[in-house]
């Protein structure tokens, strides 16, 4: 079985914004998405020892990601298809989940794994855009998955409760950060991943037309980054016995209760 | 009074040596294993890799991993801390022909320098000791020149292995095997987690520790092969900031007195430093001798009460802190060398023996030059051929430190920290002397006492800390957050220390750590071990740290 | 322009968040639809309207009887360009976030997320949105149509605006991929309460509790309000309370609509984990604890006697 993970590369720390492009600030440290750790450790799992399953992670990013991608290798990924582009730079939701759509199709993999959420962007949306585009079934939000004869089950974490779903492969499944501890990969491991194949393409490479890259190809904006709202003066209460009904008229006037 | 030593933790050296215990086919199997990935062991790998270009024959008997340097910290430069102001020297010879000083990650050369002796409410100028004159040299970030060098070292060949503790040495029949590292995984107890893993068996020819100041396996090395110098070591704790700043500062400062008291009771050697770094950034201190013995002192809180100075909050105006850390300095200069600076197939490099200028406040150029010559050792007795875990084949080196600039500029100095212990204005005089006549006065040698033995004193210094008001002046917790520690919480505890201690050493703990791992509380203290930035304080104090989980600790970027 | 509101209903109940969703659309001025996606859920078209849709268009369809997403986009993407809307707005759920990004795939439009307000600028529709854990707001916009848009759940309140609103019921028109995820089992209203990460209602205990203990304080006050249980690192490293509950750096990060912090310091370790909770209030006996300095209301005093006496007069209130 063939199982694709699509991960992101974030920056280490210190997230900021550069004022003057008004993106995220990546010249720092690079890292594997804590989130998507989960998803190469559930994809591992599921092939086990098995010889004939192979597992790829394929990402969007700027070439130095590679070296970030490697942790995936050094946790016993067993290839990295990394689609790096100039052009492919601002790409949005839209540009974006074109790009790994066409790079996953290459791939013609069973199933399709995404983590809980990427770090910088405190998005939850990227499988499902994928999905779409794929044109297969989808569970997210899974804390606990079986695969069997040809179809998956995911448990997914609701606000309601835990659903149960079913879908044939092949199928895009994202998990949630309960669905397991990655593991820490061995010194063997790192050391042997540089050994591993990586691979590089364009978007050109991929067939992404250039109306569907970068800024072109995506349809939302940042006008203006600044400071949030001041949470606005402290109100203090020293408790003289009526503290417990001012919290309540606090809460009421705040519509908090 | 109490002694912190009167109270020592239980650690036995014997826990950090083994022999290989995994099974030969799941050993890794390098050829050079370096232990740190600092100034000094980076330099060496990169010495390596420039010599083993020239020589293929020899890069071929050393495996596929000829050269591996192993770090702790999430990368190179992580748990890098300094000042600094480096002595460009070492650097250009490790890069002759390579790399000319412009391409060196270095900010601009110093060109002119201050000295103040402080008052709380003065700054008066004094002439710059010969010592600490500092014309020629660079500021650097020495986080920074570690990432740097880092990426020299790999594309000069050698594999860096970061998140990755050396925690025991592995010795077999008198020889230095290599290293084990750390077990990842592990719970508070001690258990295995579901992504438990356990560490391995690194075995090389030759193994380089380059751990910095404490290294753990240099402790266990000196100590297993009987290689104690004449002193024992002793350290001072640092503490600083990085500031970005509206007005560029262009000299170089150092300062001695206020906040240290000089009284001789005191034991408070030290002073602060600042440094520029570009326009924009400014980097200052404040470095104290851990034999210090008043139970209230707190660096960080001294570093804080420094910043309140008329100089110094001029400098930062308008000003933001945007990093904090902490880390010792080993301050027992040549008299605490190792007698011998390497045994059976290990050498000793950098700050972990202790090659630190105390006056003239250099260390990194020489972890670079030893680095350099600990490579061209081991190099040298593979190209001959011989058995390198021969007892002498190593003994190259020890003759290139003695013969190297390193050896002569320790020797001159190494009575000038102890004659601090007289006190300020009898140590200053004693360290004038000392300079004038190169060390010949006075003759022979000061003994050291190690800092756990001072006894302790209790005054009311705590009282004059300032309150921290978050723009000038920090608390510990939020600078610990700014070092970028995110260490897991439930990681088994790397610091050995009692916990059933009288209040006077709780409390000198608890003001001592940078970090706020310690707490007085009934009957003893409570550690907070995640909150550890693995400074070494404690282990000069009356405890003991040992390696963390790899990867864990500060993350620092620009220290 | 013309606005879409995604309603989300569950065991037969328009969701609070949903109608919130459509109050803010509303302030937008002009008209403001709805959609209703479902089995047996015709009924639920009235109470869109006593929130203000002007229109709501039914998609009543036993293929929609689970809470799926993929179905759903189909709808959207038929409805979308046959009726000329605009402007999609939901408020964010598991369900809702599938949907959204699913239909910004399939109609290539752009998707903005975490959204805590909306405006009319200049013509120009903006939306603000926290970032980096809460430490920038974001102004983004909208290249193209439709525009659709994800809100951060709490951001805003439902207004009663009751109205007979027009019902439109339209047929569907499924994709085969669409339909392949099949829910087995469909989740029902947790017993124990919301978990930290979904709850609108935090209530956390910290070391000034003094012991394992008196979280039963903090249990009951949650109960009352509806609320999850939250600790600190010092509680959790102290075993008095699960990890699975921690707020932090290291543990959860959290924006519930009110964080009520008990006998918490406060220190930018557990800060960082709740700093854009909407109302954080604050019970701490030390007049120094650094919480105080960013909490909307701080109280001085002794948490054992505040805090069941103000769960007692929420169970009054509630009664």
Redesign the interface.
């Known amino acids: 079985m063939k199982i694709a993970v699509c991960a992101k590369v974030v920056p ?3 997230r900021r914004i550069d004022p003057e492009t008004k993106r995220l600030d990546r010249s ?2 690079q890292t594997l998405n804590p989130f998507d750790a989960n998803a190469v450790e559930e994809a591992l799992r599921l092939k086990g020892d098995g010889a004939d399953a192979e597992v790829v992670l394929v990402s969007l990013g700027p070439e130095r990601s590679i070296d970030a991608l490697r942790k995936a290798l050094a946790m016993g990924a067993d290839r990295v298809v990394l689609v790096s582009d100039d052009t492919a730079s601002g790409s949005d939701l839209v540009a974006s989940s074109y790009a790994l759509a066409k790079a996953l199709e290459r791939e013609q993999a069973e199933l399709v794994l995404f983590g809980q959420q990427a770090n910088d962007s405190d998005g939850a949306v990227m499988w499902a855009a994928v999905a779409d585009r794929l044109r297969r079934p989808l569970i997210s939000q899974v804390a606990e998955l079986t695969v069997s004869d040809g179809s998956v089950r995911g448990k997914r974490q609701t606000e309601f409760g835990y659903d149960v779903i079913e879908a044939p492969l092949p199928a895009v499944v994202a998990v949630s950060d309960a669905i ?9 491991g ?2 042997g991943a540089k050994k591993k194949p990586q691979e590089t393409v364009s978007l050109a490479d991929l067939g992404v037309e250039a109306e569907h890259a970068g800024e072109a190809g995506s349809r939302t904006e940042v006008y203006a980054i600044g400071e949030p709202p001041p949470r606005g003066e402290t109100q203090r209460i020293d408790d003289d016995g009526s503290a417990p009904e001012k919290i309540v008229d606090f809460l009421l006037e705040r519509k908090a209760l | 009074m109490t002694r912190p030593s009167d109270f020592p933790p239980r650690f036995d050296v014997s826990e950090a040596i083994a022999r290989p215990t995994d099974p030969e086919d ?1 050993r ?1 199997e390098v050829g050079i294993a370096i232990v740190g990935a600092g100034p000094a062991g980076l330099a060496c790998a990169i010495r390596l890799g420039q010599l083993l270009e020239d020589a293929p024959a020899v890069a071929e008997r050393l495996g596929e ?1 000829p050269v ?1 340097v192993i770090e702790k910290g ?2 190179p430069g992580s748990h890098l801390l300094s000042g600094a102001v480096i002595n460009p020297r070492a650097l250009q010879r490790l890069f002759a022909g390579r790399k000319r000083l412009d391409e060196l990650p270095f900010y601009a050369p110093v060109e002119e320098e201050s000295v103040y002796f402080l008052t709380s409410s003065r700054a008066v100028r004094i002439p710059t000791p010969p010592t600490m004159k500092n014309h020629g040299n660079r500021v650097a970030s020495l986080s920074q020149l570690g990432r740097w060098l880092g990426e020299q070292a790999e594309e000069a060949g050698a ?1 860096v ?1 970061p998140e ?1 503790a050396a925690t025991k040495l592995l010795v077999d029949h008198g020889r230095v095997r290599g290293v084990r ?1 750390g077990d ?2 592990r719970g508070r107890n001690g258990e295995e ?3 438990f ?1 356990p ?2 068996d ?1 075995v090389a020819r030759i193994t380089v520790l380059a751990e910095g100041t404490q290294g753990h396996l240099t402790g266990a090395a000196i100590e297993r092969f009987s290689l104690e110098g004449e002193n024992p070591q002793v350290w001072a704790l640092g503490v600083k900031e990085v500031w970005r700043v509206a007005k560029p500062l262009r000299r170089v400062i150092h300062t001695l007195g206020w906040p240290l008291r000089r009284g001789a009771k005191y034991r408070e050697f030290g002073g602060s430093f600042i440094y520029p770094m570009g326009d924009d950034m400014v980097t200052l201190g404040m470095v104290v001798g851990l034999d210090y013995r008043d139970v209230e002192l707190s660096v960080h809180d001294l570093l804080q009460e420094l910043k309140t100075h008329r100089l110094v909050r001029k400098l930062l105006d308008g000003g933001e802190r945007i990093a904090w850390g902490a880390k010792t300095i080993p301050e027992g200069g040549f008299l605490s060398l190792p007698k011998r600076l390497h045994a059976p197939g290990v050498l000793l490099a950098g700050d972990g023996p202790g090659f630190v200028n105390v006056p003239a406040l250099k260390g990194i150029h020489y972890a670079i030059e030893t680095g350099a010559l600990a490579a061209e050792a081991a190099f040298a007795a593979l190209q001959r051929g011989e058995a390198v875990g021969r007892r002498g084949a190593l003994a190259s080196y020890d003759e290139a430190v003695k013969q190297s600039f390193v050896w002569r500029d320790l020797e001159q100095v190494r009575n000038m920290r102890q004659a601090f212990g007289h006190g300020f204005w009898l140590g200053g005089a004693m360290a004038g002397a000392m300079t004038a006549s190169r060390g010949k006065f006075p003759p022979g040698d000061s003994g050291t006492e190690p800092d756990a033995d001072q006894e302790l004193l209790r005054t009311n210094r705590a009282r004059r800390y300032p309150a921290p008001d ?1 723009k000038l002046t920090f ?1 510990k ?2 600078s ?2 700014l070092s ?1 520690n ?5 990681a088994p505890s790397h610091i050995r220390v009692q916990t059933e201690v009288p209040p006077e050493l709780a409390e000198l703990w608890t003001r001592m750590c940078p970090a706020q791992v310690y707490e007085p509380k009934e009957g003893g203290v409570e550690v ?1 071990p ?1 909150n550890c930035v693995q400074c070494g304080a404690i282990t000069a104090k009356g405890g003991r740290l040992t390696p963390a989980e790899g990867g864990s600790g500060p ?1 620092y ?1 620009v220290t | 322009m013309t606005i879409l509101v995604f309603l989300e209903h569950h065991e037969g109940e328009l969701q609070k968040d949903s109608l919130s969703v459509l109050g803010k659309a509303l302030q937008l001025g002009g008209d403001v639809d709805a959609l209703i996606a479902g089995s047996g859920v015709e009924g639920l078209a009235v109470q869109a309207g006593k929130y203000g849709a002007k229109k709501v268009y039914v998609a009543d369809d036993p293929a929609l009887e689970k809470p799926l997403p993929q179905p759903r986009v189909d709808v959207l993407a038929k409805l979308i360009p046959e009726q000329g809307i605009d402007t999609v707005l939901f408020a964010a759920t598991v369900l809702t976030a599938d949907v959204a990004a699913g239909l910004a795939a399939r109609l290539d439009a752009g998707l903005n997320w975490d959204l805590v307000d909306l405006a009319d600028q200049d013509g120009k529709l903006v939306g603000k949105r926290p970032a980096l854990g809460d430490t920038v707001y974001v102004d983004v916009g909208w290249t193209g149509e439709p525009r659709l848009a994800l809100f951060r759940t709490g951001a805003f309140d439902p207004v009663e605006s009751p109205a007979e609103p027009e019902v439109q019921k339209i047929e569907t028109q499924l994709e085969d991929f669409s339909t392949q995820a099949k829910m087995i089992e469909q989740a029902h209203e947790e017993s124990e309460g919301p978990s930290i990460e979904d709850a609108d209602v935090i209530v956390a205990g910290g070391r000034g509790l003094g012991g394992p203990e008196n979280f039963a304080l903090v249990e009951d006050l949650a109960k009352a309000l509806g609320g999850a249980v939250a600790a600190t ?2 509680v ?2 102290a075993g008095w309370y699960p ?1 699975s509950t ?1 707020v932090g ?3 959860k990060t959290v924006t519930p609509r009110l964080y009520i912090a008990v006998g918490i310091s406060g ?3 557990h800060k ?1 984990g709740m700093q854009g909770s909407n109302v954080i209030v604050a019970i701490n006996k030390d007049p120094n604890a ?1 919480i105080f ?1 960013y909490a909307d209301l701080g109280v001085v005093g002794d948490l054992h006697e505040i805090v069941p006496k103000l769960t007692e007069l929420v169970r009054q209130r509630a009664a």
């Open positions: 280490e720390q210190a720092g440290e397991n501890e990655p593991r820490y990969p061995s010194l063997k790192i050391m | 799941e890794i991993v591996a999430k990368q594999i292995l990755t590292t990842k995984g987690l579901t992504n893993e560490g391995s690194v978050g608390d917790l939020s610990v957050f970028g995110k260490t897991r919480d439930d907070t995640s993350e970027t | 690192r010092a959790v490293d990890y921690q750096q290291t543990g220190a930018i370790q960082v650094p300095e």
